[in-house]
C-alpha cells in the first residue's frame, strides 16, 4: 500500500497548477499523446522499471509554454497528472480518473486472499482470522488502495465470489512484429498489468516469443513506449468510462500510435574495467535486430553491429541515438563496466 507522494510542479498559471505525481505514473505516454503543444516527453521506461536510471518517466519541455489545459490530466488513466485551481483539486467527470469507477469489494467477499496474491501493484490488502462463532469460515477486510490501482481486473478474475467489480480505461489493439522482437523482455517488466508474459514450452514445442493476456491489457502503450526496436503497436480503440465531453478525448487518442520515446539517456563505459567478454554485445536487442547470429551468441564482424561493439578488448559505444534505453547491457555485464546516464531533454 502506498506511502504519501511526491509530487512534483509542472507549470503554473494564474490561479491554475499542473501537478504531476511520479509514483502513480506508469510510463503509458497517454498525456503526451494529448498534449495540444507537445510539450511532455516520456522515455527510458524499460531502464527506471528495471531501477537501472534514476528519473521520472515523463517529464515537461518548457513550463512556460505550457498552457495549464488540463488536457494531459484528463486523459491520465491513474491520475499521476492533476490539475489544481486555487489550490483545491479538479474532481469533476471530465477527468477519465475520476469519471473511472473505483475497483471496489462487495459483502460477498470471503477474504481469501487470491485478490491480494495476484495483483501486479500490490494495491490490496487482506486481514483474516477464523471465525469466533463456531462456524467454518474466515472474518476480516479486504482494502484496496484505488490510488495505485491501475484497473487491469485480475482481482476481480480471480474472485471465487464475484465480490469485486472493476472497471477498464480503454478498449484497444494489441500486436507485435515476431520477425522485429528480440524478446529482451522489457515489455514484460514495464507492463503495469501482467498482460505480457512468456509461455513455457514443453520439450519440443515452438511458441511465440513474447504472449499477451488481452483480459489483463488496460492497452495503455507502455509496452509499445518501452520496446527498445519498435516491435509493439498498441492502439486505443474506445474509452470505456462515462467521462463528460468523451468525443474530444477520443479524437485525440483513438487509433492513434504511441508517441515515440525521447532518448533521455546516454551509454557510458569504463574500459578499464570491461572484460571484453562481449556479453553485453551479444545481448542489445538493437545489436540483435541487426544481426541475427548474435542471437545465438556469435559475436563475429565486431566492426559491424549497430549499437555496441568490443573492439581491442574493450567495449565501444557505436551510436549512442540508436539505444533503446531498455538496460540490458548494464544487467549483464558481470563488471559493471556500461551504464545509463541520465541526459537532458531538448
Not at 150 to 159: I, P, R, T
Not at 171 to 178: I, N, S
Not at 314 to 324: A, E, K, M, P
Request: hydrophobic fraction near 35%; proline fraction near 5%.
Amino acid at each position: 500500500m502506498q506511502e504519501e507522494m511526491r509530487l512534483s510542479v509542472f507549470a503554473e498559471k494564474k490561479d491554475k497548477q499542473l501537478i504531476y505525481y511520479p509514483e502513480k505514473c506508469i510510463g503509458c505516454g497517454t498525456c503526451v499523446q494529448a498534449c495540444p503543444k507537445g510539450n511532455l516527453t516520456v522515455g527510458a521506461v524499460g531502464a527506471i522499471t528495471r531501477g537501472l536510471l534514476d528519473a521520472d518517466f515523463l517529464e515537461i519541455k518548457e513550463r512556460e509554454a505550457c498552457l495549464v489545459c488540463g488536457i494531459c490530466a484528463k486523459v491520465c488513466p491513474t491520475g499521476a497528472l492533476e490539475m489544481k485551481q486555487e489550490g483545491k483539486t479538479l474532481t469533476d467527470m471530465s477527468y477519465l480518473s475520476r469519471a473511472m469507477k473505483p475497483t471496489s469489494v462487495n459483502e460477498n467477499c470471503v477474504h481469501c486472499g487470491l485478490c491480494e496474491d495476484i495483483c501486479p501493484q500490490g494495491c490490496i490488502e487482506v486481514t483474516r482470522e477464523i471465525s469466533a462463532d463456531g462456524k467454518l469460515k474466515l472474518v476480516g477486510k479486504t482494502n484496496i488502495d484505488t490510488e495505485c490501482c491501475v484497473h487491469c481486473g485480475w482481482c476481480a478474475e480471480v474472485c471465487p465470489v464475484n465480490a469485486i467489480s472493476v472497471e477498464k480505461p480503454f478498449e484497444g489493439r494489441w500486436t507485435r512484429d515476431e520477425d522485429v522482437c528480440q524478446t529482451c523482455h522489457t515489455c514484460v517488466e514495464v507492463c503495469p498489468a501482467n498482460a505480457i508474459f512468456n509461455k513455457k514450452a514443453k520439450p519440443g514445442e515452438r511458441v511465440e516469443k513474447i504472449s499477451h493476456r488481452p483480459d489483463a491489457c488496460i492497452y495503455c502503450g507502455a509496452c509499445a513506449i518501452a520496446c527498445p526496436v519498435d516491435a509493439i503497436d498498441v492502439r486505443k480503440t474506445a474509452i470505456l468510462p462515462n467521462v463528460e465531453k468523451k468525443g474530444v478525448l477520443e479524437k485525440k487518442l483513438l487509433e492513434a500510435p504511441v508517441p515515440n520515446a525521447i532518448l533521455r539517456t546516454c551509454l557510458e563505459t569504463d574500459e578499464d574495467a570491461c572484460l571484453g567478454c562481449g556479453n553485453c554485445v551479444i545481448v542489445c536487442p538493437v545489436n540483435a535486430l541487426s544481426d541475427r547470429e548474435l542471437a545465438a551468441g556469435h559475436l563475429n564482424n565486431m566492426d559491424e553491429k549497430a549499437l555496441l561493439g568490443v573492439k581491442n578488448g574493450r567495449i565501444s559505444v557505436i551510436d549512442q541515438d540508436l539505444c533503446g534505453a531498455d538496460g540490458a547491457c548494464a544487467m549483464i555485464c558481470p563488471v559493471n563496466a556500461i551504464w545509463l546516464v541520465k541526459r537532458e531533454v531538448k
